[in-house]
Structure formats: C-alpha cells, structure tokens
C-alpha cells in the first residue's frame, strides 16, 4: 500500500532554510495525483502550506508563498519543500500528504516529522 | 479566508455511546465541500469523509456526516476504543483551504 514518510533536519536556526522530503513507496509520484504539505504548530491547528502536481506545477497559501518552494525528484520518488528565513513561528509539526484525485483535500498523510526553529 | 470553529473542544464520552462533533464555517463552504480526518497520537491523520457526506474507502458506517452552507457534523453512532482520537474538519472550496482547530474525543 502507498505510504508517505517525511524526512529532514528536526532543528533549524532562525533564518536559515527549512527543507524537508517526503518518501513515498509502492506508487510512482510521477503517475498522477498532487503532493501536498500542512503543518501545525505545537498547541495550534492544522495549517495547509501547498501543493506540487506530478509534473512540478505549484500552488501555495497565499500566506506563505513569499517563502515557499515545492519541488519533485522523479529518480528518487519523492517531493521535497523549502521554507525560508525561518522564525520560531515556523516551529511545527510538518507533514506530507496526498491530494485526492479530483478535489483539493488530502486523502493519505504521513505521520509528520517536528521541526523546531532554535539557535 | 473560512475560518472553521468546531466544537466542543473536547467531548468525553464512553463506549457504545453516540458522538456528535460540530464545524461551523465563518461564510458558506462552496459545494459543501468539506472533509472530516482522525487524528491519533504518532499515526498519520485519516480521510473520514469528503464532501460533507461521503464515506472514504474502508471507513465503517458508523461513522456519517452531514450538513451544508456553514453547519456540518460528524456522528459517531457507536462509539468503539479505536475510536477515540482527534477530530478535524477542513474546507477545499475556496482557497486558502483552512482547517478546523479540532475536537478531542476522550474515553469518560
């Protein structure tokens, strides 16, 4: 079964760049479907960040876009994200997600990795 | 932006009882477009139901949703062990497409 695992540094320092991977197994992300990541700050809710389609089109939040870089590796069979100049705000729990065939919600999740915004 | 209020913050019910969780959109949600996920600790979240009504794949049919415009509701019948987790509704009508803060459901 298809199954998304995220991956990348747990601590950042402040102004630096977040990155981040996504892994998935047992499905070509080049097939079809959009790839997308949310996150949610530790005590706050769920917060939708973008999504990268299996040809490299984008589309972010709005509230994040200024900083946002979504990007696809078809050798390796996974999608990354890059946030920049960081702050502690940006202290979350980010998780990668797939995008429902037909609509813009997210139909299969990874269990999320924390990623916290320290010097 | 819809912001999504759902309520209660935490509902604490036991086994075999009935859940019944609220989301509640500042304006109307296009097409009632709107998803409810579960959420248990260390796991990835789970697609309950998607356009307000409709059962994922695998879902039991304990659990239904229901509603439009900027009242929806999921409703757990029966309550079972595994289901006590956290709930959240999230809109895709209309970009950006914003999530609920969730409803804890705890074991009483």
């Known amino acids: 079964q298809v199954q998304l695992q995220e991956s990348g540094p747990g601590l950042v320092k402040p102004s630096d760049t977040l990155s981040l991977t996504c892994d998935v197994s047992?499905?070509?992300?080049?097939?079809?479907?959009?790839w997308g990541w949310i996150r949610q700050p530790p005590g706050k809710g769920l917060e939708w960040i973008g999504y990268?389609?299996?040809?490299?089109?984008?589309f972010y939040n709005p509230s994040l876009k200024s900083r946002v870089t979504m990007s696809i590796d078809t050798s390796k069979n996974h999608f990354s994200l890059k946030l920049t100049s960081v702050t502690a705000v940006d202290t979350a729990v980010y998780y990668c997600a797939r995008k429902d065939r037909g609509h813009w919600y997210f139909d299969l999740w990874g269990r999320g990795a924390l990623v916290t915004v320290s010097s | 932006d819809i912001v999504l209020t759902q309520s209660p913050g935490t509902l604490s019910l036991s086994p075999g009882e009935r859940a019944t969780l609220s989301c509640r959109a500042s304006?109307?949600?296009?097409?009632?477009?709107l998803v409810w996920y579960q959420h248990k600790p260390g796991q990835a979240p789970r697609l309950l139901i998607y356009g307000a009504s409709s059962r994922a794949t695998g879902v039991p049919d304990r659990f239904s949703g229901s509603g439009s415009g900027t009242d929806f509701t999921l409703t757990i019948s029966r309550l079972q062990p595994e289901d006590f987790a956290v709930y959240y509704c999230?809109?895709?009508?209309?970009?950006?497409?914003?999530f609920g803060q969730g409803t804890e459901l705890e074991i009483k």
């Open positions: 999230q809109q895709y009508g209309n970009s950006p497409y914003t």
């Open positions: 304006q109307s949600v296009s097409s009632n477009y």
């Open positions: 990268i389609s299996y040809s490299g089109s984008t």
């Open positions: 047992d499905y070509s992300i080049t097939s079809s479907y959009w």
